[in-house]
């Protein structure tokens, strides 16, 4: 690490700066020092990266770095077979690298970072570096067959596709990205060489090693952009070691396009934003300065300032992510602690402190307190809903996985999702959560309350027990009665729910979870439960 830094810098000062690039100590000995990144900046997934920002924090080489890219005139045909399994390829030509034991380690484990967490765990990007002096170009990137055969990287003989996914290490932990398709993708060269069975293993005919020169980079995706990024990441961390990048042509069925791409983006932000946010005054040369610590590019300077942002960092999304950049710049020690105006102590305001009231009711119950998230997925929903429109519901825009899909509008839900992440653990299970629903008012528009649910689950979980609770925490609560009117909801089982009632105010509803609501969960126990509009209940 200190060797990539561009002027002497002792370790001792090396320790004491990494925490302000917003990394981790782990351990510190006298070869190395072992630091923890956040997943969010994957550019730090190397040491040739985190010396990049440290030489712009330390001001020994700030602003963007600027990458050149010539022509290799490798060309890879994707085959129409493979558009359905893995359709996205992006890739390079690294020319000139000097390899030794520790750089393949880093190499290798950035590739492993990248891959786990850009890439979802190969299932969204998965990553092949090989020594092109290995291979002959053109390459096909096509799908073949179960008994396809090649060596693949670390075997000794030649092995079908089945063989591989079921003898070999990588094959049985990444094989189920691969289970649903009855042809699997594989990389080779004009001559029928295998480079890669993409995202399982590579081939061991193009092994890097130290003797390595030059290098072919294949990335495969179901997401374009992810494998742009990663792409990105790795030449940005190849260049700084001193290697020489070229592109690729990509010949798609209908389409062509050549990689990488590392062209800057721009973003405009204004100076009373970031001022605001930080609790700073900082000039139009200050800005600039704490922008080019921070190993980006200023492009113009006024009351909005706009941003040159390198490709490698896929990580700024948002204006939000320039003001981090310029603390970061500024140096967070640099930073004056400065006292509140008041000197009022806060304490909880009525709602919630009624809503502890209530938790300390519950807990006095027997019952334990489980806190999901606000978010659910669509088969939680439809199991709720027992088929109904799901038109009403709130779903959120572009979601990023199907388990956090829509907003909760039941926190029985929740609890039941609790219940069958735990259906091998001690029965009876009484649980409780006060949190958030979510629903559309009468004008469409949405609205948010608190609420209280209890779930009973053990053998001789019933309409009575539950009930037996509604009553004892109304009671203990408020001092109210409890009063049941029959009524029907689709998760509870029919004639086996009631509505429940407040002053003769309806506020929420008790029964026995029905069957198709349990198959759902697959809970293999009856459950009955209540849930209760806690505001509604505490303005009555």
Excluded at 22 to 39: K, M, S, T
């Amino acid at each position: 690490m200190l060797a990539l830094l561009r002027r002497p810098l002792s370790k001792l000062n090396l320790v004491e700066t990494l925490p302000y690039l917003g990394l981790d100590i782990e351990e510190e000995a006298e070869e190395y020092v072992r630091v923890e990144f956040n997943p969010n900046r994957p550019d730090f997934s190397s040491e040739w990266g985190i010396a990049r920002a440290l030489n712009g924090l330390l001001g020994f080489e700030t602003g963007a770095p600027r990458y050149q890219v010539g022509r290799s005139g490798v060309a890879v045909k994707v085959d129409e077979s493979v558009l359905d399994v893995r359709p996205f390829f992006v890739g390079a030509v690294v020319k000139n690298v000097e390899l030794d034991d520790e750089s393949i380690r880093q190499l290798m484990a950035m590739q492993d970072d990248l891959d786990n967490g850009l890439g979802r765990r190969r299932s969204k990007v998965s990553t092949g570096l090989h020594n092109l002096d290995a291979v002959k170009p053109p390459f096909t990137y096509k799908a073949v067959p179960p008994s396809f055969e090649f060596t693949p990287l670390g075997q000794g003989r030649k092995m079908s596709m089945t063989e591989v996914l079921r003898d070999v290490e990588t094959g049985q932990k990444f094989g189920h990205i691969l289970k649903d398709f009855s042809k699997y993708p594989v990389i080779v060269d004009r001559e029928g060489t295998v480079l890669s069975f993409p995202p399982v293993v590579n081939g061991e005919a193009t092994r890097v090693s130290t003797e390595t020169r030059n290098m072919f980079i294949d990335i495969t995706a179901t997401d374009g952009k992810a494998a742009e990024d990663v792409l990105a990441v790795l030449l940005a961390a190849l260049a700084d070691q001193g290697a020489q990048l070229e592109s690729i042509e990509v010949n798609y069925p209908s389409s062509r396009s050549v990689t990488p791409n590392l062209a800057s983006t721009k973003m405009n932000v204004e100076q009373s934003y970031i001022n605001g946010l930080l609790g700073l005054n900082l000039s139009q040369e200050e800005f600039t300065e704490c922008l080019k610590r921070s190993r980006l590019g200023v492009e113009q300077v006024n009351e909005t300032i706009t941003v040159e942002v390198p490709r490698y960092r896929s990580d700024i999304l948002h204006p939000v992510d320039i003001v981090e950049e310029v603390e970061i710049g500024y140096n967070v020690v640099n930073l004056t602690p400065t006292f509140p105006a008041s000197t009022d102590v806060g304490r909880l305001s009525s709602r919630l402190s009624a809503l502890d009231a209530a938790r300390k009711v519950l807990i006095g119950l027997g019952l334990i307190e489980v806190m999901n998230y606000s978010l659910i997925s669509r088969e939680m929903l439809v199991s709720m809903k027992g088929g109904a429109e799901l038109s009403r519901e709130l779903r959120v825009e572009n979601p990023k996985s199907g388990e956090h899909e829509y907003l909760r509008g039941s926190l029985i839900a929740s609890l039941l999702s609790t219940l069958s992440k735990n259906i091998h653990e001690e029965y009876p299970q009484k649980i409780f959560e006060i949190g958030k629903v979510f629903y559309r008012g009468e004008d469409g528009e949405p609205r948010e309350e608190y609420r209280v649910a209890v779930a009973l689950a053990h053998a001789e979980a019933n309409y009575t027990e539950a009930k037996s609770y509604l009553a004892s925490f109304l009671k203990q609560l408020l001092g109210a009665e409890c009063v049941t009117v029959p009524s029907d909801y689709p998760v509870y089982a029919l004639g086996r729910a009631a509505e429940i009632q407040v002053d003769s105010k309806d506020t929420g509803g008790i029964g026995e979870i029905a069957p198709a609501v349990l198959d759902g969960y697959s809970l293999r126990v009856p459950v009955s439960a209540f849930e209760l509009r806690i505001e509604a209940i505490l303005k009555v």
